[in-house]
């Protein structure tokens, strides 16, 4: 083997590290974007029991499926 073959080879697996190093890096950003839209949209839900008006508790716990 030639000595330009071995320049070669060292150059391609150093390029293959960086370009793994970038899709790592791409692939955490990702991430972080995913998980902030998550959190925001689960704080987006409104809170059920805000709006639930004082009722007794045996309301709503059965439903009649013979009707």
């Known amino acids: ?3 330009t073959g071995i320049a ?3 150059t391609t697996l150093a390029d293959v ?3 793994q190093q970038v899709s790592i890096a791409v692939l955490k950003k990702a991430q972080d974007i995913s998980e902030e839209s998550a959190t925001a949209l689960i704080e987006a839900i409104p809170n059920s029991n805000a ?3 004082n009722l007794p508790p045996n ?3 059965n439903i009649n499926t013979t009707a």
């Open 1 to 3: 083997m030639d000595v």
């Open 8 to 10: 070669r080879t060292a």
């Open 17 to 19: 590290g960086v370009s």
């Open 51 to 53: 709006n639930v008006p």
């Open 59 to 61: 309301l709503g716990r």
